[in-house]
């Protein structure tokens, strides 16, 4: 990655986790930083979505997709337990971000703002996929529902944060640029 490109992943996955951090805790209050909660993965996926969302809006696809494989490989390790079945969430997830983080580049050559309005329930589909796979072991047909509808309301909670705060940064940045060249003109 060239040193130029280093700045502008940094401002858009910083202030994509912090918009995705400030719609969590607007959602959950302190649940967000409560590890036994499901809100909690605002947090941890959060970073994930963030960093995909980032490398994706820069044109890093390789990156986003090692990112993605990463995380998979993070979950089979994390959790031997469940072995596969962890990591393939993890795939899903990963690799349905990177997904989404096309749909949002292709959308971003036609739309200034208001981007982050799709890539919310798209994330929540990705995190509804995942659901059966990250629920495998605990499956209750009774709740099964309910639990599924959380999964994607995370989701949701995570696309739109993340990805309002990438457009907030892909905003900043073309004024910045604007004002240097017109410094320079």
Do not use: N
Not at 46 to 51: E, K, M, P, R, Y
Not at 163 to 183: I, P, S, Y
């Amino acid at each position: 990655m060239s040193r130029s490109v280093i700045p502008q992943v940094g401002a858009r996955f910083g202030t994509g986790l912090a918009a995705c951090l400030g719609a969590g805790y607007l959602a959950f209050r302190g649940a967000l930083f409560r590890a036994d909660t499901e809100a909690f993965q605002v947090l941890t996926l959060g970073i994930l979505a963030a960093a995909i969302l980032a490398l994706g809006r820069t044109g890093r696809w390789w990156h986003a997709m090692a990112v993605a494989t990463g995380y998979g490989i993070f979950r089979l390790g994390w959790s031997a337990s469940e072995g596969w079945v962890s990591s393939s969430a993890g795939l899903v997830l990963g690799f349905g971000l990177v997904a989404v983080a096309l749909i949002f580049e292709l959308l971003g050559r036609k739309m200034l703002f208001g981007k982050f309005l799709v890539v919310g329930p798209l994330v929540g589909g990705v995190f509804l996929a995942a659901a059966p796979l990250e629920g495998f072991r605990d499956f209750a047909l009774a709740d099964a529902a309910a639990q599924y509808m959380r999964f994607a309301f995370v989701g949701l909670i995570i696309g739109d944060g993340v990805g309002l705060g990438v457009e907030v940064a892909d905003l900043l940045l073309a004024e910045g640029r604007d004002a240097v060249r017109g410094e320079a003109g």
